[in-house]
């Protein structure tokens, strides 16, 4: 998909990057709708995880909520990630001094 047919600008995000990637990426661009895309594909995240801890031998309420905290934590590592990419670790909509500041910041 190429990134640039969403409407926004997301040259942070790699060609064929997963839709957890693109939902995290929308979410810091402000788009309408992103933060419940981003909630969609963490949920999902946790459904995959789950099989593992299981197998690994994690069972009852402790399956639920590993599965839960290792999925958000991915989602929080990717927010991390593509604010860093991105240049700034404020939305578009914040002031621009604030964004000033954390832009000087970033060469210390």
């Known amino acids: 998909m190429d990134v640039q ?3 926004i600008q997301q040259d942070y995000v ?3 990057s997963p839709p957890s990637s693109y939902a995290v990426a929308a979410a810091l661009d402000g788009e309408s709708g992103a933060w419940g895309r981003v909630l969609l594909v963490t949920f999902a995240r946790a459904f995959v995880i789950a099989p593992g801890l299981y197998l690994g031998g994690v069972r009852g309420r402790y399956l639920l909520t590993g599965s839960a905290m ?3 934590t991915i989602t929080g590592m990717l927010f991390g990630l593509y604010a860093l990419k991105r240049g ?3 939305p578009p909509t914040q002031t621009g001094a604030v964004r000033r500041t954390l832009n000087g910041l970033s060469g210390l």
């Open 5 to 7: 047919t969403r409407g």
């Open 14 to 16: 790699e060609q064929q």
């Open 70 to 72: 290792a999925s958000i």
């Open 88 to 90: 700034t670790t404020t």
